[in-house]
C-alpha cells in the first residue's frame, strides 16, 4: 500500500511542479482552459501546429484497491499507468501531399494490476484496470500514414496500429476493462490486439453519405508482437495469417430528439488456424460480430454538450474456439448534471460476459462448477479540474468472479487520472 501511495503522490506531485514552472516562468502559459498542461509553449506549440506538426503526451493513471469480498478478507491496492508519446503530422501542409496525414505513437505501461495479485479475483475475465496488460514495457503503437481521394470519400490507411482504433471503437472513460474500449479485442485478444500493441496493417474507408461509411481492414497476426522485446517489432517473421474485419458506421448529427448519435455494425474473420476447445486436435477460424450504439438521450437547458447520453454494446464469437461466446454492456453518461460543473460527467453501466458451453463442460469435467456469466458494474464521477486534467474517482462490483457459480463477488474503489502534457 506503501508502495502505492508513494507513487500516486510523486505523479501529483510531477503535475503540480510542471504547473508552478510554467506560471512561473510564462504569463499564463496554460489555465483551467488550457487543452494542455505545460501550456503552449510561449506560442510555439500553435505555431507548429500550423506548420503540421502537433506533439502530444498523454498519461492515464489507475488506481484498485480491494473493498470488501464474499470469502476473501484480504484486501490489496494496486497502481498501473502508461505514458503516450505522439506526433500527428499533417503531410498535406508539410510536404504538400493534398489530404494526406501521419502519426507516430510511443506507449510506455508500468504498474501492476490488482486483478493479477489479488487472491479474491483470481481468474477474473474483466479487469479492475483497463490501462494495465500487454507487457509493461515501451511499444511502437502507431506509425501509420492516411490519404483520402475522391473528394474525401474514399480513405485509406496503411502502417502499423491495432483494429481497436477504428473498428468496434468505443469510449474508454470507465476504469473496468468490460465498459472500456474496443470490446472485441477484450474477449478475442489471443488475435485481435487493441491499444498499445500495433501490427501491420491497412483499412479502407468509403464514405457512402456525409453520416454513413463502411470500411474493411487487414490486420497482420503475429503473436511475436506481444513479447515484452519486440515493443518496436517491425518484422513479418512469426505471421500466421490475418483477421480481418468489416463494419458499417451511421453517425447521425440528429437521431433522437434531434441529439448525436454513433451506431456500429461490425463483423470479423480470422484465417488462421486455432485449436477447437471441445476438440483440441482439429482447427477451425475464430470468427465474430458486434453492436455499438452511443445515442445522446437530452440536452441540458438546451446546452446540446450537457446531458444524458445512453450505450449498448455486445459482441458474439464462434463456440468453436473462443472461451468467450458472447458479452454484454450498457450504460448512461451524463455531463454537467451541476450547473457549477459543467464539465463534470456522472456515468454507471454494467456487463455481462458469458463463457462458451465448451468450456463450462470442459470445467465441470475437471471439478469446477462454472456459472456461465461475469457481471461487472461500475459508477464513477469525472472531475474535470482542468481541460487537461479529469480525474474519475469510481466504485465497481464484481459478481460471480471468473464466471463461477459459487465464486467471489467482490467491491472494487478505484481513481483513473487521465492528462495532457
Keep these: 500500500m506503501d508502495r502505492v501511495c508513494r507513487k500516486f503522490c510523486s505523479v501529483i506531485s510531477v503535475l503540480a511542479m510542471s504547473?508552478?514552472?510554467?506560471?512561473?516562468?510564462?504569463?499564463k502559459p496554460f489555465d483551467v482552459q488550457s487543452p494542455w498542461m505545460l501550456g503552449d509553449w510561449n506560442g510555439k506549440r500553435t505555431e507548429l501546429q500550423k506548420q503540421g506538426y502537433d506533439f502530444s503526451l498523454g498519461y492515464t493513471g489507475e488506481m484498485a484497491s480491494l473493498l470488501d469480498s464474499k470469502h476473501h478478507s484480504s484486501h490489496g491496492t494496486e497502481y498501473a499507468d502508461q505514458?503516450?508519446?505522439?506526433?500527428h503530422l499533417d503531410l498535406g501542409t508539410i510536404l504538400g501531399w493534398q489530404d494526406t496525414e501521419a502519426q507516430i505513437t510511443i506507449t510506455e505501461r508500468n504498474g501492476h494490476s490488482l486483478s493479477q495479485t489479488s487472491d479474491t479475483l483470481a481468474g477474473y475475465l474483466s479487469s479492475a484496470q483497463e490501462v494495465w496488460g500487454r507487457g509493461q514495457t515501451w511499444r511502437l503503437t502507431d506509425l501509420w500514414i492516411r490519404?483520402?481521394?475522391?473528394?474525401?470519400?474514399?480513405?485509406?490507411?496503411?502502417?502499423?496500429?491495432?483494429?481497436?482504433?477504428?473498428?468496434?471503437?468505443?469510449?474508454?472513460?470507465?476504469?473496468?476493462?468490460a465498459l472500456c474500449g474496443s470490446q472485441v479485442g477484450n474477449w478475442v485478444g489471443d488475435q485481435w490486439y487493441n491499444w498499445p500493441v500495433s501490427q501491420w496493417a491497412v483499412r479502407v474507408k468509403y464514405n457512402l453519405q456525409p453520416d454513413l461509411y463502411a470500411q474493411l481492414g487487414v490486420y497482420e497476426y503475429n503473436p511475436e508482437n506481444l513479447r515484452r522485446s519486440k515493443g518496436f517489432?517491425?518484422?513479418?517473421?512469426?505471421?500466421?495469417?490475418?483477421i480481418i474485419p468489416a463494419e458499417v458506421v451511421w453517425q447521425p448529427k440528429s437521431a433522437i430528439a434531434q441529439l448525436p448519435g454513433e451506431y456500429r455494425l461490425g463483423y470479423y474473420y480470422s484465417t488462421v488456424d486455432a485449436a477447437e476447445i471441445e476438440h483440441p486436435s482439429r482447427t477451425s477460424h475464430k470468427q465474430g460480430m458486434w453492436v455499438v450504439a452511443k445515442q445522446q438521450l437530452t440536452s441540458h437547458?438546451?446546452?446540446?454538450?450537457?446531458?444524458?447520453?445512453?450505450f449498448v454494446n455486445l459482441t458474439v464469437h464462434d463456440s468453436d474456439t473462443n472461451n468467450v461466446s458472447n458479452m454484454q454492456n450498457i450504460g448512461l453518461v451524463y455531463k454537467g448534471l451541476l450547473d457549477a460543473r459543467p464539465e463534470?460527467?456522472?456515468?454507471?453501466?454494467?456487463?455481462?460476459?458469458?463463457?462458451?458451453?465448451?468450456?463450462?463442460?470442459l470445467q465441470a469435467a475437471n471439478?469446477?462448477?462454472?456459472?456461465?456469466?461475469?457481471?461487472?458494474?461500475?459508477?464513477?464521477?469525472?472531475?474535470?479540474?482542468?481541460?487537461?486534467?479529469?480525474?474519475?474517482?469510481?466504485?465497481?462490483?464484481?459478481?460471480?468472479?471468473?464466471?463461477?457459480?459459487?465464486?467471489?463477488?467482490?467491491?472494487?474503489?478505484?481513481?483513473?487520472?487521465?492528462?495532457?502534457?
Design 19 to 27: 504547473c508552478s514552472f510554467q506560471i512561473t516562468f510564462a504569463a
Design 83 to 87: 505514458f503516450a508519446l505522439g506526433a
Design 147 to 177: 490519404k483520402k481521394f475522391l473528394d474525401h470519400k474514399l480513405d485509406i490507411k496503411v502502417g502499423r496500429f491495432g483494429e481497436g482504433e477504428d473498428f468496434n471503437v468505443f469510449d474508454c472513460d470507465f476504469q473496468n476493462l
Design 233 to 242: 517489432n517491425l518484422s513479418t517473421d512469426g505471421s500466421h495469417g490475418a
Design 301 to 310: 437547458a438546451d446546452d446540446a454538450r450537457r446531458g444524458l447520453s445512453g
Design 344 to 361: 463534470d460527467d456522472l456515468g454507471v453501466g454494467v456487463a455481462r460476459i458469458a463463457i462458451n458451453d465448451d468450456v463450462r463442460d
Design 367 to 421: 471439478g469446477l462448477v462454472q456459472q456461465n456469466e461475469e457481471y461487472d458494474a461500475e459508477i464513477y464521477y469525472g472531475i474535470h479540474a482542468a481541460n487537461w486534467l479529469t480525474v474519475r474517482p469510481n466504485i465497481q462490483y464484481i459478481r460471480h468472479v471468473g464466471a463461477y457459480k459459487n465464486g467471489e463477488s467482490a467491491w472494487v474503489g478505484g481513481i483513473k487520472l487521465q492528462t495532457a502534457f
